[in-house]
T-cell receptor, first 113, second 108 residues
């Protein structure tokens, strides 16, 4: 089954404790991206990657890092999480053409205390 | 980035057609019009997309105005499972810019 998986699905942590949210897709997609969703603000793009070793900032990249060492994986790294990064996070992937549909993961709900 | 404007909410009855409007007056020539929906506690789900011509798939139809400044998502026979937030989005080279979406309520 074609899918995007994220782990963990739920995470409660404390300020300053480094964490990684993993994202993996099994569709051989070139393009992957991360979004965060907050009430009243909708979905905002954090980072995206056009292919292996190619990443770029989205609209709200501050406080986040990403890496794309393999085509199927695109982890989101929070080096020093803060409470304002409490949010619902979605990973997405699509093929190489900009008009193609995106597939979204199930989401990771992160709480930073 | 080009933005879209959608009504905050709409309501319809089960088994009736639903027309969800979207305005995108600043659309560029290379922007695709995408529609996604998000059910409670789930990630966004692709519904349909188009560039200039009207499009049909098993889920819905997409009607695009001739000047491309607006579009309409058509659910031909709404079911309770269609209750969701529907996002009309313009996809450029890299980004999908999400607006606030339309919360669709389906009455039994």
């Amino acid at each position: 089954e074609a899918q995007v998986t994220q782990n963990p699905r739920y995470l409660i942590t404390v300020t300053g404790k480094k964490l990684t949210v993993t994202c993996s897709q099994n569709m051989n997609h070139e393009y992957m991206s991360w979004y965060r969703q907050d009430p009243g603000l909708g979905l905002r793009q954090i980072y995206y990657s056009m292919n292996v070793e190619v990443t770029d900032k989205g609209d709200v990249p501050e406080g986040y890092k990403v890496s794309r060492k393999e085509k199927r994986n695109f982890p989101l790294i929070l080096e020093s999480p803060s409470p304002n990064q409490t949010s619902l996070y979605f990973c997405a992937s699509r093929g190489p053409l900009s008009g193609q549909a995106k597939f979204f993961g199930p989401g990771t709900r992160l709480t930073v205390l | 980035d080009a933005k879209t404007t959608q009504p905050n909410s709409m309501e319809s009855n089960e088994e009736e057609p639903v027309h969800l409007p979207c305005n995108h007056s600043t659309i560029s020539g290379t922007d695709y019009i995408h529609w996604y929906r998000q059910l409670p506690s789930q990630g966004p789900e692709y519904v349909i997309h188009g560039l200039t011509s009207n499009v049909n798939n098993r889920m819905a139809s997409l009607a695009i105005a001739e000047d491309r400044k607006s579009s309409t998502l058509i659910l031909h026979r709404a079911t309770l499972r269609d209750a969701a937030v529907y996002y009309c989005i313009l996809q450029g080279a890299q980004k999908l810019v999400f607006g606030q979406g339309t919360r669709l309520t389906i009455n039994p």
